[in-house]
C-alpha cells in the first residue's frame, strides 16, 4: 500500500475520491433496490395477472439494467 | 391497457389472480381514487428539477462525475415513481361473484391477502371524512364480516356511495340465489 495512501485523504483528490466512493456505494445500494422491484413485480403479476403485466417487468427489467451499468461506469471512474 | 393502468373503477377487468376458482368471475376491482397520489407525484416532480442544485454542490468535481450523479439521482426518481406506482396499481381490492379479496401492498416487502366469501357479508358503510376527502369525492368503505376476517376496508375509493351501494347490490343477489 502506498504509505501516502492516508494523507492524501486530507488533500482536494482525496476527498473528490471519498465523494465518488460514496456515491459508488450508493448506486449499489439502488441496484439492490432494483433487484427487490424486479422480484416483487414477478410476485405481484402472479398475484394479479393484467394486461400491463409484461410491461411493468420490462420497466422493472430496463430500471435494474441500467442501475447495473451506472454502477459499472462508477466503479471503473473510481 | 392503459384503462388498466389508470382507473380506479374497473367493471369487468381482463385480470385473473391466484387461487381464482373454476368459474368465478371478477366483477369488480377497486383501487384507491388516482387523486390520492398526488403526494408523491408532486415529490418526483420537484426531484426532476433538483439536478441544478446538484450541478452547483458539485461544481468544482469533475464533470464525468457531475454526469454520473446526475444520471443516478434520475434513476432514483424514476425509481421512486415506478415503486409508487406499483403501491398504487396492485392495491386492489376485487370482487368476484363468490368473494372479496383485499390485496394490501403496503412496500415492497410487505403483501398481505385477505379475503371472504360474499355470502358472509353482514353490513356495508362508507364514511367520508375530512377536507381532502370531501373535495375530491373520496370515501373509505367498511364491509363487516361473519367470516375470519371482520371487517375489509376498502380505502379513498372514488365515488364511495356508488361503489357501497354497487356492493350492497352484488351481496343481495348472491344471497338471495343462495350461492
Redesign the interface.
Known sequence: MDPNFFINFFTIEGFEWLIQLLVTVLIGFYNIFAFIVVRQVKTLNDSLSTDAGFLLSIIAYINMFASVVLLIVAIVSL | ?LK??TRSILQK??????GEDRGEKILYVFRRGIITNIGWFLTVTIMLFAPSAINYT?S???I??II??N??WY??T??IF??RF?NW??N?Y?ITNKRIID?D?DH??H?N?SEAPLRNVEDITYEAKGMFQTLFHLGDIYIQTAAEKREFTFENVANPRYVQDLLSDIVAGVKSNGS
Open positions: 391497457m388498466t393502468l377487468p381482463e385480470m385473473t389472480f391466484y458539485f468544482e468535481m469533475p464525468k462525475f454520473l450523479v444520471a443516478f434513476l432514483i424514476c425509481g415506478f415503486e406499483l396499481f396492485f386492489v376485487i390485496m401492498f415492497l416487502l403483501k391477502i
